[in-house]
């Protein structure tokens, strides 16, 4: 193997997968990806056995072949070359040079590297970059970090016929939810799978500059392709809850509320609170809601807001962050909060939806 390659092309394409490559010893080979490099161009390869991307490089090609490039250490040395740079396959060693720089490192074979998935025969769904980027900011943030129920971890793609595309994201104590209607969409079935949290965060690095995205399900992975490059993800097996029966209906209590008013408010409040789950006390009452946190040892906060707010005066408990993080992803200036009984759950949306999808969100309460 031998080519010429410029340095902005790869070194933003090694900077995409550091996250993706494998940085404990228990397989050597995936702290590594693959470079396989053909007559008429190549592409570079990295996999956790989870997730899988392939992404296209353009090079001027001295010579085929293909090896297994150490990632974290070949993206260092690339980061400190010139624009120029050349790279040797000889035997087990790549050699790169840049200028007056020469670096020699040490490859494995490329035999070792983990076979793509197959994933059989899929019908490919196409979607906007900016629906995609839109269901996951919305969503993932409530999503499981390490919840035993490992589903939770992940988030749920439910394509329901003929032409739904909802997402959603929850961790027990919150829910989030997105749904949109997909023009031209026209599915025959309903179908879920539920994709990890991990990987579609290292796919959000790659729906920045491009339009479309296709998405084609298998029977253990979900396909992602965008501009040449190719996104592989595991599902993630398990009963994800019934988001539909989580979501309540009949909260009597309404209160319209400036989003950006209530954060300020809460992060205010929540400084004396943050040793203790974060935990608010809020009042509503007359137009007005009262944000109370207290320390034992620290101190006490309030804090009071006007509000649109005509029900009977109710007082609940909130984790702030988690009510923060809900009230962040309001599109509108204004969010709708309806509430019910202090231990019961408590919705959240926008005052008024935008036109291409719905955002709904669901906050269980704390015992103050």
């Known amino acids: 193997m031998h080519l010429m390659i410029k340095k902005a092309e790869i070194q933003e394409k090694i900077s995409k997968i550091q996250n993706i490559v494998e940085k404990k010893n228990i397989m050597p080979v995936l702290n590594h990806f693959l470079m396989n490099i053909a007559d008429e161009g190549g592409y570079i390869l990295a996999t956790d056995l989870e997730t899988a991307v392939k992404q296209p490089i353009n090079v001027e090609v001295l010579q085929a072949g293909q090896a297994c490039i150490p ?14 740079i050349e790279l040797t396959l000889q035997e087990k060693w790549l050699r790169i040079q840049s200028g007056r720089s020469n670096f020699r490192l040490a490859v494995l074979d490329a035999s070792e590297f983990p076979v793509w998935p197959q994933i059989g025969d899929t019908s490919k ?126 909260n009597d209590k309404v ?29 509503w009452k007359d137009d007005l809601v009262v944000l109370t946190s207290s320390d034992p040892e620290l101190g006490e906060a309030v804090d009071e807001l006007a509000v649109d707010y005509q029900s009977e005066a109710f007082v609940v408990g909130f984790n702030a962050k988690y009510l923060i993080d809900a009230l962040e992803r309001v599109s509108s ?24 999808f719905v955002y709904e969100s669901v906050v269980m309460p704390l015992r103050l």
């Open 71 to 84: 990632a974290r250490k070949f993206y260092e040395i690339i980061k400190e070359l010139e624009d120029e």
């Open 255 to 283: 209160a319209i509320v400036d989003k950006n008013f209530l954060i300020a408010s809460l992060k205010r409040v929540s400084v004396l609170s943050r040793e203790r789950q974060n935990a608010v006390r809020t009042e």
């Open 125 to 250: 769904i196409n979607f906007s970059r900016d629906l995609i980027l839109t269901a996951l900011d919305k969503t993932i943030y409530a999503s499981g970090d390490a919840d035993a129920r490992y589903f939770l971890n992940g988030l749920l793609f439910h394509l329901k016929a003929p032409n739904e595309f909802t997402v959603v994201g929850t961790d027990g104590h919150r829910l989030a939810l997105f749904r949109s209607v997909i023009e031209g969409l026209d599915l025959r079935e309903d179908r879920k799978v539920i994709l990890s949290k991990k990987s579609l965060n290292e796919l959000r690095k790659f729906l920045t500059d491009i339009d479309k995205v296709s998405i084609s399900i298998g029977k253990t992975h979900v396909m992602f392709e965008m501009d040449g490059i190719t996104f592989l993800t595991r599902m993630i097996e398990g009963n994800y809850p019934d988001y539909e029966v989580v979501i309540p209906k009949n």
């Open 333 to 356: 200036d204004k969010a709708k909060i309806t509430m019910s009984e202090p231990e019961k759950a408590v919705y959240i949306t926008d005052d008024t939806n935008p036109k291409s």
